[in-house]
C-alpha cells in the first residue's frame, strides 16, 4: 500500500455537509478561481442519530464521517487531517423586534447614533429570545437586518441627518447555538478531525449558487433540506439576513408514505425518482409491486407544495423589509419536487423565470477531475461544494479574539468590527459609548424644564495596542483592551439661569423711574439667584415685587420711616407692587405733616380755630415728635400758641379692613373710622332709591352712621 501524503502538503480542501440524512465529503482545490474537485463520498447515517440538523448521537455521526474520511483518504492517498464544514440552517433561531428611544434634546442622528440604536436592539432581540425560550444555552449573533426606521412615528428610509425625538426600528437578529457548534466540533474531534473552517450552510449554497457579481443584487437563496427550508437575503453585496422555516422536504415525503403505503425510506425515493422520471416503480408494506405517475404524485402533494411556498415567500418578505426580491435560487433536494418553483414564483409575484433551480448550471467554476465519480451534479451538492468554497473567503469562521483578556469565539460573518466582540463578550453596550449625567428636572411657573447633564468620556479602546474605535475591524487571535465610558456631570443650573428671572419690570418710585428685577419662590420659599435648582423644585418666577424688596434694593431704611404710599394709597411692606405702580417711602413727620395739609379734618379743623382764637403769629410752627410705640404726636413749638401747644394729638394711620354685604373692603387714610366712612369705598348710591327705606346692620345690631367701626367689623347696607 503506498504511503499517504498529508493534507497540508497537498494544499487540498476537506469540506463534509453533514446532513440530517447523510454526510458528504469532498476534497479538491482552488486553482485559477476555479475549484477543482479530487474526490467525494456519501455515507447515510444508519439511525436517527440526526435529527432537523441538531446532532442528537455525537458517537454515532463521529462514526460515520470517520467511514466517509477513510474513503476519501483510499481515493486520494492523502491523510486528511482538517476540515470545513457547516451549521445547518435550520438551526438558526431568528427573532424579529422593535425598539423605540426618546430623546429630549432631539439631536442630530450621527452614524455611532445609529449603530447604538441598532445594538440596542439586538441585545432586546437577544434578551426576548432567552426569556422565550428559557435556556442556558449561549448563543452567537451570526447576522441581523433593519427592516424598517421610524422617525416620529414616520417611516424613513435612513436616519442619520435627520434631527430626531423619537426614533425606532423594526430588526430581524440571527443566532446560532453554542451546543450546535459543540455537536459538530466534537464528531469531527471523534474522527480525528480539526475544523479548520466553520460557515452556515446557506452561506456555503450562496458560494456556489450566487456568483459574486450577483450579490450586489437583492436576491433569495432558498436551500430546501429534509427538515427545513432555509433562506438568505443578498444586496449590496453581502448577506444581509437569514432564515428558517420548520417545514421541508421530508414533509412531502409524509405524505407520499401515506398515500402509497410505504415505508419513509421508499417514499424518499419515490420523491426523488418522480424529480426525473415520468412513472416511479416501488413496492407496498403489503409486498405488492405498484406504478405511479410524477403527474399524480405532482396532484397529491400539490397543497402541500402550495403551502411550503406560501410560508416561504412570507419568510422572505419579512426579511427582506416586507417586500418581494428580484430573483429567488432554489437548491436542495426538497426544492426538485414538481411544481415547487412555479408556485414560490406566483406567491412572490414575480416572473417564473425568475425562480430557478440551481444545479449543474451554477457549477461552471467547479472542475470534476473524476469524470467517474457517481455522484450527481445537481442542486443537492450545491452546499457541500459550497462548504469547500467558502474556506477561500477567509471569513464565515469562528475565531478567537482576546477580550479584556478573555478568550472571545466570535462567528465572523467577513465583517467583523470590535463592537461586536464586545457584544459577544458581554461588554454592556452603554458602557461603549459616552453617558450624559442625569438630567435635572423642574418647574417654572407651571411648566416643566429640563437641563441635560454633561456628556462623558468615550470608551478608551486599543486594538493590538494601537488606538481604536468601535468600528475598527478585527481579525482572528486580536488583542482588544476596553476601558468603560465615563458618565458625565449631572444637570446643574441656578435661579439665575432662568431666563424669565432675567426681566426687569418699571416702576416710579419717589418720582423716579426704576427698572426693578424679578425674584423667585422655590417650593413656596423666598430664594436668590444663586440658588442652585435641584430635581422636582417648583418655582415661581414673580412679576412683582414687596414695598421692604423694594425699600432694600434701594437702601431705603426702612426703621427711619412710617408710612409707604403704593399708588398714593398707604400700603404695608408686603403690599405687592407690580409693572407701573408707583411707590413712595415717606418719615412719620411729613406722613403727618401732609396728611394735615391735604386730608383736614374736624380735629384739625379744631386746632386751626383754636390757633385763630390763641395767636395770629406768623412765625407758629408744629412740632412732631415720634412716641415710643412707634405713633406720632403734634404739639405747639416754642413760637407756636400756647393753646395749640395744650392740644397735643396722638395720630396713627392705618388700614382698616371690614366685611361690607359678604365682600371684603378696605379703608385707607384715616386714625379713627366711623361706619359713615364705608359709603366713600362701596358703590351705594343714597341719591337713587331702590326700595322705601335703607337698611343698615353692624354685627347684627344697628349702628348709628357717626358709631366708630374696628377691624373685622360686618356689615350689610341695602335697600328694603
Known amino acids: 500500500m503506498a ?40 455515507q447515510k447515517h444508519e439511525t436517527r442519530a440526526m435529527l432537523d440538523g441538531q446532532i442528537h448521537d455525537i458517537g454515532k455521526v463521529g462514526a460515520t464521517i470517520k467511514v466517509v474520511k477513510e474513503n ?131 452561506i456555503a449554497a450562496m458560494m456556489v449558487a450566487i456568483p459574486p457579481q450577483f450579490r450586489m443584487l437583492n436576491l433569495a437563496l432558498v436551500d430546501v433540506g429534509a427538515g427545513t427550508s432555509d433562506i438568505c437575503i443578498t444586496d449590496d453585496g453581502t448577506i444581509t439576513s437569514y432564515g428558517m422555516l420548520p417545514i421541508a422536504g421530508d414533509s412531502i415525503t409524509e405524505i407520499i408514505a401515506q398515500h402509497c403505503l410505504v415505508d419513509f425510506n421508499t417514499a424518499d425515493q419515490i420523491k426523488i425518482d418522480a424529480s ?111 462548504i469547500c468554497v467558502s474556506f477561500y473567503e477567509q471569513s464565515n469562521n469562528f475565531v478567537f479574539v482576546s477580550f479584556n483578556g478573555q478568550q472571545t469565539k466570535i462567528y465572523d460573518n467577513g465583517k467583523l468590527a470590535i463592537v461586536d466582540a464586545a457584544m459577544q463578550a458581554d461588554f454592556p453596550n452603554e458602557d461603549l459609548f459616552p453617558k450624559r449625567g442625569e438630567e435635572l428636572r423642574f418647574t417654572v411657573n407651571g411648566q416643566e424644564r429640563m437641563v441635560r447633564g454633561e456628556p462623558g468620556e468615550p470608551a478608551v479602546i486599543t486594538l493590538n495596542g494601537s488606538p481604536a474605535d468601535i468600528h475598527t475591524k478585527i481579525h482572528a487571535n486580536d488583542i482588544i483592551e476596553v476601558t468603560s465610558s465615563t458618565t458625565g456631570k449631572p444637570g446643574s443650573s441656578e435661579i439665575s439661569d432662568i431666563p ?18 424679578k425674584t423667585a419662590e422655590v417650593n413656596g420659599e423666598p430664594q436668590t439667584g444663586f440658588y442652585n435648582i435641584k430635581s422636582g423644585d417648583d418655582i415661581k418666577i414673580l412679576d412683582f415685587e414687596t414695598a421692604a424688596q423694594i425699600a432694600k434694593l434701594l437702601d431705603v431704611d426702612l426703621t427711619e420711616y412710617s408710612v409707604i404710599t403704593v399708588n398714593n394709597e398707604v400700603a404695608g411692606e408686603d403690599t405687592p407692587v407690580y409693572e407701573n405702580f408707583k411707590v413712595e417711602f415717606k418719615s ?53 400758641p400756647k393753646s395749640a401747644a395744650q392740644s397735643t394729638r396722638r395720630v396713627i394711620t392705618h388700614d382698616l379692613h371690614v366685611t361690607v354685604n359678604n365682600e371684603p373692603v378696605i379703608l385707607h387714610g384715616k386714625s379713627d373710622y366711623i361706619f359713615v366712612d364705608i359709603f366713600d369705598v362701596i358703590d351705594f348710591d343714597l341719591s337713587k332709591p331702590n326700595g322705601r327705606s335703607i337698611v343698615t346692620t353692624l354685627n347684627g345690631g344697628t349702628p348709628d352712621y357717626m358709631q366708630a367701626i374696628h377691624e373685622g367689623d360686618r356689615i350689610e347696607v341695602y335697600w328694603k
Open 3 to 42: 504511503t499517504m501524503t498529508e493534507q497540508s502538503e497537498k494544499n487540498v480542501v476537506f469540506g463534509l455537509d453533514i446532513g440530517t440524512r447523510s454526510v458528504v465529503g469532498t476534497v479538491g482545490y482552488m486553482e485559477n478561481e476555479v475549484f477543482h474537485v479530487i474526490a467525494q463520498n456519501v
Open 72 to 202: 476519501l483518504e483510499q481515493q486520494t492517498q492523502i491523510h486528511l487531517t482538517d476540515v470545513c464544514i457547516a451549521a445547518a440552517g435550520r438551526v438558526l433561531r431568528t427573532v424579529k423586534t422593535n425598539y423605540e428611544e426618546e430623546f429630549t434634546d432631539n439631536r442630530e442622528m450621527t452614524e455611532e447614533e445609529i449603530y447604538n440604536l441598532e445594538s440596542k436592539a439586538v441585545e432586546k432581540a437577544y434578551q426576548e429570545f432567552l426569556s422565550q425560550n428559557q435556556s442556558d444555552v449561549k448563543f452567537y449573533l451570526v447576522g441581523y437586518s433593519v427592516m424598517h426606521y421610524y422617525l416620529d412615528d414616520y417611516q424613513i428610509a435612513n436616519l442619520e441627518g435627520h434631527n430626531a425625538g423619537r426614533v425606532a426600528l423594526d430588526l430581524i437578529a440571527t443566532f446560532l447555538p453554542d451546543d450546535c457548534v459543540d455537536g459538530l466540533y466534537k464528531a469531527c474531534e471523534r474522527a480525528d478531525l480539526k475544523v479548520a473552517n466553520m460557515t452556515l450552510e446557506p
Open 276 to 386: 426525473h422520471m415520468d412513472q416511479v416503480k416501488y413496492i407496498d408494506i403489503m409486498g405488492l409491486e405498484k406504478t405511479i405517475s410524477a403527474k399524480e404524485i405532482a396532484k397529491m402533494i400539490k397543497p402541500l407544495v402550495e403551502k411550503m411556498s406560501k410560508m416561504v415567500t412570507q419568510q422572505i418578505k419579512q426579511l427582506n423589509g416586507n417586500k418581494p426580491v428580484s430573483a429567488v435560487f432554489v437548491v436542495g433536494g426538497g426544492g426538485c419536487v414538481p411544481g415547487y418553483t412555479k408556485a414560490l414564483a406566483k406567491e412572490m409575484k414575480i416572473p417564473e423565470e425568475r425562480v430557478a433551480l440551481r444545479g449543474e448550471e451554477v457549477m461552471k467554476n467547479i472542475k470534476f477531475l473524476n469524470e467517474e465519480n457517481d455522484v450527481e451534479r445537481d442542486s443537492l451538492m450545491v452546499t457541500p461544494l459550497g
Open 500 to 517: 424669565e428671572f432675567k426681566d426687569t419690570f418699571n416702576i416710579t418710585v419717589d418720582g423716579k423711574n426704576i427698572d426693578v428685577p
Open 588 to 640: 412719620g413727620k411729613d406722613a403727618i405733616l401732609e396728611y394735615y395739609a391735604n386730608f383736614p379734618d374736624a380735629d384739625e379743623i379744631a386746632i386751626e380755630q383754636e390757633n385763630e382764637e390763641s395767636s395770629t403769629d406768623a412765625d407758629a410752627e408744629l412740632d412732631v415728635e415720634q412716641n415710643e410705640d412707634g405713633s406720632y404726636s403734634i404739639s405747639g413749638g416754642d413760637n407756636a
